[in-house]
């Protein structure tokens, strides 16, 4: 099964940038990477397409061509947990990448916002590494990786281990 871990953090905190890094340097190492991106709000789909007009009248929409498929669907029966447990297990990639879900119990990276501390994370389990690309200061308990030097040097030793 692919090897799982999750990204968390607050609204602009940088998750979709320590994302694309992990992306970057995974692809640089020869990795695979996948991700399930967690949103709070509804996908938005241009009603005045012709996948907006599809998506508006069915549950289940399956859009297809020589490279690519999305799958769209609304109503789902099964939880989040068992959608990604169904990727896990179809995905070719060596690493999946969960972004957002913290409830979820997978080694998680807490991404903090300036002026934040670990404790805004409270019980949340599985947090292996706090780091910050917002905050300037390395602390015993915060890894700043604002320095792309030192987020490549995470990342790489993260994905190794």
């Known amino acids: 099964m692919v090897a799982t871990f999750q990204i968390i953090g607050h609204k602009k905190s940088g998750k979709t940038t320590l994302i694309n890094d992990f992306f970057k ?32 009248r069915s549950n289940d929409v399956l ?26 297990n179809t995905t070719k990639a060596d690493f999946l990448i969960i972004e957002g879900l913290k409830e979820l119990d997978y080694p998680k990276i807490a991404l903090l916002k300036k002026d934040e501390t670990p404790a805004v994370f409270g019980e949340i389990s599985q947090i292996k590494h706090f780091v910050s690309i917002q905050q300037t200061t390395t602390t ?22």
Not at 63 to 88: G, K, P
Not at 140 to 161: A, C, Y
Request: avoid cysteine; proline fraction near 2%.
């Open 25 to 56: 340097i995974g692809q640089q190492l020869g990795y695979e990477i996948a991700v399930i991106k967690h949103t709070h709000g509804p996908v938005d789909i241009p009603r005045n397409t012709d996948t907006g007009k599809f998506y508006e």
């Open 63 to 88: 859009l297809i061509n020589d490279t690519q498929t999305i799958h769209y669907q609304r109503n789902i029966q099964q939880s989040a947990l068992a959608q990604i447990r169904q990727m896990q």
């Open 140 to 161: 015993e308990d915060l890894l700043s990786v604002m320095d792309l030097d030192v987020r490549k040097e995470f990342i790489t030793k993260f994905l190794r281990e």
